[in-house]
């Protein structure tokens, strides 16, 4: 699986678009973007993934950058709920290699 | 529909013994996956399961050791527990029939090792 960079804090006020960035310039063809979230003491909760096209869902936006190098996840409005640090990963197609790696993640603080 | 489920939530064992963690999958979902994480630290990759049979596991020693049941349920032992082992263990799981589906995790079993 390829290597992920992402910031290791950022701060957004509430109401506030979060833009959190991810770096994944040895990324593969076949290989997915996924963002996790996890709130302190719970498990990490899925959020969005994309291969090369821009996604959207009730929860976020994922731009993927054209040369797939980099990608942003955008929280349009953020709440004070959306503290929680952010996981991008990045994941094959290969059935064998099914393990996802977890980096460090930012920590996204949303402030009132 | 309901989650990922994960029992105990809490577990304390001393040294030595043996500790038995439970996951139940989303209800359609064949494959699961364990991690393990330690204070501090991010999710390490521990074991998967994909239609009862192990596929693959992390970089953690045999004593790290489970299966998976004929309802997709699975179960992760660990034996003669070291202090070290103190963490939270997280389940996911997520269907074998899209190659891009996502993984969901429970919110865990924390294990205390004293």
């Known amino acids: 699986d390829a290597k992920t960079t992402q910031p290791p804090s950022m701060d957004c006020a509430e109401g506030r678009a979060a833009n959190l960035p991810c770096n994944h310039s040895?990324?593969?063809?076949?290989?997915?973007v996924y963002w996790y979230r996890q709130i302190h003491s719970q498990g990490p909760q899925y959020i969005i993934h994309?291969?090369?096209n821009n996604e959207t869902n009730e929860m976020a936006s994922l731009i993927i950058t054209e040369d797939r190098k980099s990608s942003t996840l955008i929280l349009p409005h953020a709440t004070l709920r959306d503290t929680a640090v952010y996981y991008c990963i990045v994941r094959g197609l290969i059935q064998g290699a099914q393990k996802l790696v977890f980096g460090q993640g930012t920590r996204l603080t949303i402030n009132p | 529909e309901a989650g990922v489920t994960q029992s105990p939530t809490h577990l304390i064992k001393t040294r030595g013994q043996q500790a038995t963690l439970r996951c139940s999958p989303i209800?359609?979902?064949?494959?699961v996956y364990w991690y393990q994480q330690a204070l501090g630290l991010g999710l390490q990759f521990l074991l998967w399961?994909?239609?009862?049979?192990?596929?693959n596991r992390g970089n953690f020693p045999p004593r790290f050791s489970g299966r998976q049941f004929p309802n997709y349920s699975s179960e992760l032992n660990v034996n003669a527990l070291e202090l070290e082992d103190s963490a939270l263990y997280l389940c996911?799981?997520?269907?074998?029939?899209?190659?891009?589906?996502?993984?969901?995790f429970g919110n865990g079993t924390r294990l205390t090792v004293t």
């Open positions: 996911a799981s997520r269907t074998g029939r899209s190659y891009n589906s996502p993984l969901h």
């Open positions: 994309g291969l090369k």
């Open positions: 399961y994909d239609e009862g049979e192990e596929r």
């Open positions: 040895t990324i593969s063809g076949n290989e997915y």
């Open positions: 209800s359609g979902h064949t494959s």
